[in-house]
């Protein structure tokens, strides 16, 4: 493990265009919109979801992250809060590499591993055991290490004869277990994560919890997105509040959670 791992945006900005459709109803809504005036605070507690826009192409696009400029170093757990849409997910996609940023630098050092989609780096008509062995290639692994790789990931996993089938027959239960299974089975610096990666059924929240565990208090890096508190107070040493895709708020666990649950409290639906 490298001793230095951190992470450093530097005013990183992302847009999703959107392609599909013309979108009239849209663009007549966002039309009527322009030009009206509301504080930017009452329009950020207000809100769920970024900003969507109409680009002077006339391309409708959405403004997932704006301006995030953010230095994460060793030894820190960070989780990311915010309202649904808020850019939490979008942001740790981008420090992984799955999306591009449109403006702005993504500086990072040690090696990172992400549970934020089964999928990520799977190939569906492979088996279970053939993309065990293709990750372990990927690691650049031998053979000996690849076997104990397989074992680990069989044993945890507990997918019996689905394990040899193509993981495009998989449930969405299964896919987890394999993917989760590979992903803590190797400790990174860098850990990027979706809270949904913490739920499942009992038995198998057990044994992951444990694996999580291990590769949590190793790993010199952990970003964690989450609308839970109770992970945020049990996991975490600092917390970023994203409001439609800018930080609101940076700062200690018990601060930044006591402001977000007042904020929540006053602008329930
Ligand atoms: N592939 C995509 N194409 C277009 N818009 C997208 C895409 N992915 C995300 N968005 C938009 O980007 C914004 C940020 O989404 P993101 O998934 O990062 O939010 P989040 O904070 O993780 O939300 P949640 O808590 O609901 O999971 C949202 O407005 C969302 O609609």
Known sequence: ???????????????????????????????????????????????????????????????????????????????????????????????????????????????????????AGMNRILSGRENIYLRGKRLKYNNEQIKALEKDVEEFAQLHEFLDLPIKTYSAGMMMRLSFGLATSVTPDILLMDEWFMAGDNNFQGKARQRLENIINKAEIV??????????????????????????????????????EQNMRENSF
């Not at 599909?20 to 809100?47: M, V």
């Not at 996991?235 to 930044?256: H, Q």
Request: proline share 2%; hydrophobic share 35%; glycine share 8%.
């Open 1 to 119: 493990m490298t001793q230095s791992s951190f992470i450093k945006l530097e005013e990183l900005s992302l847009q999703f265009p959107l392609y599909h459709s013309n979108h009239r109803s849209l663009k007549k809504t966002l039309f009527a919109k322009a030009g009206k005036f509301i504080s930017k605070q009452q329009s950020l507690n207000q809100k769920t979801g970024a900003d969507i826009l109409v680009d002077n192409t006339n391309r409708i696009t959405v403004q997932a992250l704006r301006n995030i400029n953010l230095s994460i170093k060793a030894g820190e757990r960070v989780g990311l809060i915010g309202h649904n849409g808020a850019g939490k997910s979008t942001l740790l996609r981008a420090i992984t590499g799955i999306y591009e940023p449109n403006s702005g630098k993504i500086i990072t050092n040690g090696i990172i591993e992400s549970l934020l989609d089964t999928n």
């Open 223 to 260: 970003v964690l997105t989450t609308h839970s508190m109770p992970i945020i107070r049990q996991w975490c040493t600092r917390v970023i509040w994203l409001k439609a895709g800018e930080i609101y708020a940076d700062g200690s666990v018990e601060e930044t959670v006591s402001h977000y």
